[in-house]
């Protein structure tokens, strides 16, 4: 731990958390971690002025995501304590210019928003979040296939509900959503229709949003939409098949009366059909492509 110091240079601080990194992946290392004040030390060190402590992030982010993945740690007294490292996080997904760093801090905004715990952090830091959101959302249209899935994943994780009721939840979500960028849903529709390995993740991100009626509305004002989404011409697995027939089924649940009968008929009829069938629910998307 006394490798932990913002006044020593960037090599011994380095050598230090490569072995950090490690130890906080285990549950009693992470006790024995946490009494010897390294997060402490960490923390300051992120939050210094120091221009070599930026070069330290990706592996303070690394250790981050270790304690976030730990069932035994309440992440919202560790926020609590160190704030600083959601901080850190939120601050390099938007201005980090290193991709892989940003890729790293995205993978942590995905896991704090698969825990109740990392929820309520989310919601306590809602402005940031939402500028997070708007920065990934913008970035989705343009990445790698894998960057995108990651992306998609984590922001699925963001927007799920979780089995316990969260208050404000709904209403936080709904400004989280009006930060996306403006083509995003249109966007994801086109990947859950042809987007072959990114359907699965664009269909699981449709299926979390449809939970919230902001979510419902922003899908029907997409043109062509349910065409495209009954269309079984793209799904190449059983994978992609089942992701598919799962937010159809949703939407079958969501929408009742909210849409008009022709499209309630071949909702229903592709979940009648089941997953794995092959027949052309409705021919006219042949002509569009």
């Known amino acids: 731990s006394s490798g932990i110091n913002a006044e020593w240079p960037l090599r011994p601080g380095m050598v230090a958390l490569e072995s950090i990194v490690r130890l906080s992946d285990s549950a009693k290392a992470f006790v024995t971690l946490n009494n010897l004040g390294v997060f402490k030390g960490l923390a300051r060190w992120i939050s210094s002025d120091?221009?070599?402590?930026?070069?330290?992030?990706?592996?303070?982010?690394?250790?981050?995501?270790?304690?976030?993945?730990?069932?035994?740690v309440s992440l919202t007294q560790f926020d609590e304590t160190y704030p600083e490292y959601f901080k850190c996080v939120c601050r390099f997904i938007s201005n980090c210019p290193d991709p892989s760093v940003q890729d790293i801090c995205t993978d942590v905004f995905g896991i704090l928003g698969s825990r109740l715990d990392g929820k309520e952090i989310l919601?306590?830091?809602?402005?940031?979040?939402g500028e997070v959101i708007r920065?990934?959302?913008?970035?989705?249209?343009?990445?790698?296939?894998?960057?995108k899935r990651n992306w998609i994943n984590a922001l699925s994780n963001v927007f799920g509900k979780p089995a316990v009721f969260l208050p404000d939840l709904a209403n936080v979500s709904e400004e989280w959503f009006n930060c996306c960028h403006n083509g995003l849903i249109g966007y994801v529709v086109k990947m859950a229709h042809s987007g072959l390995d990114l359907i699965v993740p664009a269909c699981n991100f449709l299926n979390t949003l449809i939970?919230?009626?902001?979510?419902?509305?922003?899908?029907?004002?997409?043109?062509?939409?349910?065409?495209k989404l009954v269309d079984r011409r793209h799904l190449k697995s059983t994978e992609a098949e089942a992701a598919r027939y799962t937010l159809i089924t949703a939407l079958c649940n969501a929408l009742s009366d909210e849409v008009n009968n022709e499209v309630l008929i071949q909702l229903n009829t592709y979940v009648r059909e089941g997953p794995k069938s092959r027949t052309l629910t409705n021919p006219r998307i042949a002509l569009e492509d």
């Not at 221009?51 to 982010?61: G, H, L, R």
């Open 135 to 147: 920065v990934v959302t913008e970035r989705l249209v343009c990445g790698t296939s894998e960057k």
């Open 50 to 72: 120091i221009p070599d402590a930026m070069y330290t992030v990706p592996s303070v982010v690394k250790v981050y995501a270790n304690v976030c993945q730990k069932p035994g």
């Open 211 to 227: 939970q919230y009626k902001f979510g419902v509305d922003a899908l029907m004002n997409v043109p062509g939409w349910c065409e």
């Open 123 to 129: 919601l306590r830091n809602s402005a940031a979040v």
